[in-house]
T-cell receptor
Framework: KAGVTQTPRYLIKTRGQQVTLSCSPISGHRSVSWYQQTPGQGLQFLFE???????NKGNFPGRFSGRQFSNSRSEMNVSTLELGDSALYLC????????????FGQGTRLTVV | KNQVEQSPQSLIILEGKNCTLQ??????????LRWYKQDTGRGPVSLTIMTFSENTKSNGRYTATLDADTKQSSLHITASQLSDSASYICVVSPNTNAGKSTFGDGTTLTVKP
C-alpha cells in the first residue's frame, strides 16, 4: 500500500515568486492536512481538507492557500514568497476528519533565496 | 491557551540504555494524545495513539503512558538502538478536528554507540 506522496521533495525559489506543492494521500484516505515545520517553530498547522472542502485553517497569511481535488489529492500554494517561508512542508492524510491517526508524507523542503 | 510542553529538549544516551520522554499538556477538553517519531528530513511516523480511557499503549520497544488527571504523558524507550536517534513529537487534540491539535516542540534523542 503506497504511502503519502509529496512532490517535489526539494524546491528552491526566489523571493517574490510563487510555489505549488502537491500531496497524494494514501488510497482511500479523504482527509488531508498541511503543516509547516521550521527549526524554531516546530510543526505549525496550515489547513485541513475533506471532500474538497477546507475544514480548518491555521494562523497563516492569505498568501498560503490550498485546495483538494475530487480524487482527494491536495495542493498548497504560497504566493509572493518570503525568506521566512523556507521550511519543510508536510502533508498528512487520514481516512476522515474523525479518525485521529494520520500518516505523514516525506515532506517538501522549500528554500527561498 | 492550549499548550504542549515536552522535556527534555534534547537527550543523549548510550546504545542499549532505556530512556523516558515527558509530555505535559493543558489542552482541554481532551480527545487523544499521539506520539510521533521523526527522523531528520523525513515525515513524522506515528508510534502510539491514546484516548482518555487508555493509560498505557505499547509499540515494540516504545511504551507510552497517559495520566489524564495530571495531564501528563511519557514515552519510554527500552533497550535503545542507534536507529532510535530522532525527534519525538507529542500531539494533543481536544477533539478529532485536526485543526485544533496542539504540537509539542519535540525531544531530540541521540543514541550513541
Amino acid at each position: 500500500k503506497a504511502g503519502v506522496t509529496q512532490t517535489p521533495r526539494y524546491l528552491i525559489k526566489t523571493r517574490g515568486q510563487q510555489v505549488t506543492l502537491s500531496c497524494s494521500p494514501i488510497s482511500g484516505h479523504r482527509s488531508v492536512s498541511w503543516y509547516q515545520q521550521t527549526p524554531g517553530q516546530g510543526l505549525q498547522f496550515l489547513f485541513e481538507y475533506f471532500s474538497e472542502t477546507q475544514r480548518n485553517k491555521g494562523n497563516f497569511p492569505g498568501r498560503f492557500s490550498g485546495r483538494q481535488f475530487s480524487n482527494s489529492r491536495s495542493e498548497m500554494n504560497v504566493s509572493t514568497l518570503e525568506l521566512g517561508d523556507s521550511a519543510l512542508y508536510l502533508c498528512a492524510s487520514s481516512l476522515g476528519p474523525e479518525v485521529p491517526e494520520a500518516f505523514f508524507g516525506q515532506g517538501t523542503r522549500l528554500t527561498v533565496v | 491557551k492550549n499548550q504542549v510542553e515536552q522535556s527534555p529538549q534534547s537527550l543523549i544516551i548510550l546504545e542499549g540504555k532505556n530512556c523516558t520522554l515527558q509530555c505535559n499538556y493543558t489542552v482541554s477538553p481532551f480527545s487523544n494524545l499521539r506520539w510521533y517519531k521523526q527522523d531528520t528530513g523525513r515525515g513524522p511516523v506515528s508510534l502510539t495513539i491514546m484516548t482518555f480511557s487508555e493509560n498505557t499503549k505499547s509499540n515494540g520497544r516504545y511504551t507510552a503512558t497517559l495520566d489524564a488527571d495530571t495531564k501528563q504523558s511519557s514515552l519510554h524507550i527500552t533497550a535503545s538502538q542507534l536507529s532510535d536517534s530522532a525527534s519525538y513529537i507529542c500531539v494533543v487534540s481536544p477533539n478529532t478536528n485536526a485543526g485544533k491539535s496542539t504540537f509539542g516542540d519535540g525531544t531530540t534523542l541521540t543514541v550513541k554507540p
